[in-house]
């Protein structure tokens, strides 16, 4: 699948697949800036880039695993979305969890990108039909 990128600044860096299409899912978005994450306060890191996805795709911005893991770093609105019809900076929300600054460096990777396929939906009211587990919400499973 191709989609249309723009940089929007020229230092802005394409996503890319660490390991390649076969092996991974998400590319990596990397930031044009330095910034430092205060905890507690979300930023929008900018990447310089914009896309143009088809109808029925999307952009999903999730978290990287291993600053997630090791310093705390989060996408504060996982998974974000990228609309088909958005055309500005694609900018990512990150919160710092953890108890100290967290500094980005241009070009560091900070989140990944998925491009996924959507359906459209049509509502139809009326009634439902029964299920096992019925209304049973948070807990219900006995677990």
Same mark, same amino acid.
């Given at each position: /699948? !191709?989609? =249309?990128? !723009? !940089?929007? %600044?020229?230092?802005?860096? /394409?996503?890319?697949?660490?390991?390649? #299409?076969?092996?991974?899912?998400?590319?990596?978005?990397?930031?044009?800036?330095?910034? %430092?994450?205060?905890?507690?306060?979300?930023?929008?890191?900018? $990447?310089?880039?914009?896309?143009?996805?088809?109808?029925?795709?999307?952009?999903? @911005? =999730? #978290?990287?695993?291993?600053?997630?893991?090791?310093?705390?770093?989060? @996408?504060?609105? $996982?998974?974000?979305?990228? +609309? #088909?019809?958005? =055309?500005?900076?694609? &900018?990512?929300?990150?919160?710092?969890?953890?108890? *100290?600054?967290? !500094?980005?460096?241009?070009? +560091? =990777?900070?989140?990944?990108? @998925?491009?996924?396929?959507?359906? #459209? %939906?049509?509502?139809?009211? *009326?009634?439902?039909?029964?299920?096992?587990?019925?209304?049973?919400?948070?807990? *219900?499973?006995? &677990?």
């Amino acid at each position: /699948m !191709k989609i =249309r990128l !723009k !940089k929007l %600044v020229p230092e802005a860096l /394409m996503p890319e697949y660490a390991h390649g #299409p076969e092996e991974d899912a998400g590319m990596d978005l990397r930031s044009i800036a330095a910034v %430092v994450l205060a905890p507690g306060v979300p930023q929008a890191v900018p $990447t310089g880039l914009a896309i143009e996805l088809p109808s029925g795709y999307e952009g999903q @911005v =999730r #978290p990287r695993s291993g600053i997630a893991l090791k310093h705390a770093i989060l @996408v504060a609105n $996982t998974p974000g979305t990228i +609309d #088909p019809g958005y =055309r500005g900076e694609i &900018r990512v929300i990150l919160l710092n969890a953890g108890a *100290s600054d967290y !500094k980005i460096e241009k070009g +560091d =990777r900070i989140a990944q990108l @998925v491009i996924a396929r959507y359906e #459209p %939906v049509e509502w139809e009211e *009326s009634e439902l039909n029964e299920s096992a587990r019925g209304a049973g919400g948070f807990g *219900s499973s006995g &677990r």
